[in-house]
């Protein structure tokens, strides 16, 4: 699979779990507002409607999380980087992602051996498997890694900034051409 290829997939992929992370948002603020009108008009706010919206949060905060890390827009602080040379700020980045990445692996463990210890766990007020509402965990934890590791091989930070340079008449090396 070639570099456009894999660029392709994973943005497509971003795309839909940023899709899937807002449909759950909308849903989550339906079911919250449905318990308080339940709660405050009725008198009786909805058994499973609390256990649904933290679920729906869950998903929706680790999926959003794991498209921002293909989008690359999570906070970082580049202070350091921009006072270093540009191999240095390549590597800098290179090392960020590395650890975005190895942080994806241990959700992708760990949350897999949450899901799996806590899957025989009902919730009670929604019947489904405890384990069910964590196993956004290691799917967006494998999603952050594959995301990660596409941007330590194909860095659309040094794109952009060539792209500038060369809008400039100068090469990435910092000659003029």
Request: glycine share 10%; hydrophobic share 55%.
């Amino acid at each position: 699979m070639s570099n456009n290829t894999l660029a392709r997939v994973t943005h497509k992929a971003a795309d839909a779990l940023l899709i899937v992370s807002a449909i759950a948002l909308l849903m989550m603020t339906f079911i919250v507002g449905w318990q308080v009108f339940g709660r405050y008009v009725l008198g009786s706010s909805p058994s499973w409607a609390e256990q649904s919206a933290l679920t729906l949060m869950i998903w929706f905060i680790f999926l959003g999380g794991a498209a921002g890390v293909r989008d690359g827009f999570h906070i970082r602080i580049i202070a350091v980087e921009n006072m270093v040379s540009q191999p240095n700020r390549k590597l800098m980045r290179m090392f960020s992602n590395a650890a975005v990445g190895l942080c994806g692996l241990a959700m992708l463990w760990w949350g897999g051996e949450l899901v799996v210890r806590t899957w025989s766990h009902v919730i009670p007020s929604l019947g489904i498997p405890r384990g069910m509402a964590y196993l956004a965990i290691p799917i967006a934890g494998a999603l952050t890694a594959i995301f990660s590791l596409e941007r330590i091989f194909d860095d659309p930070a040094e794109k952009a900034l060539i792209g500038e340079l060369s809008a400039f008449g100068i090469s990435a090396e910092g000659e003029e051409e």
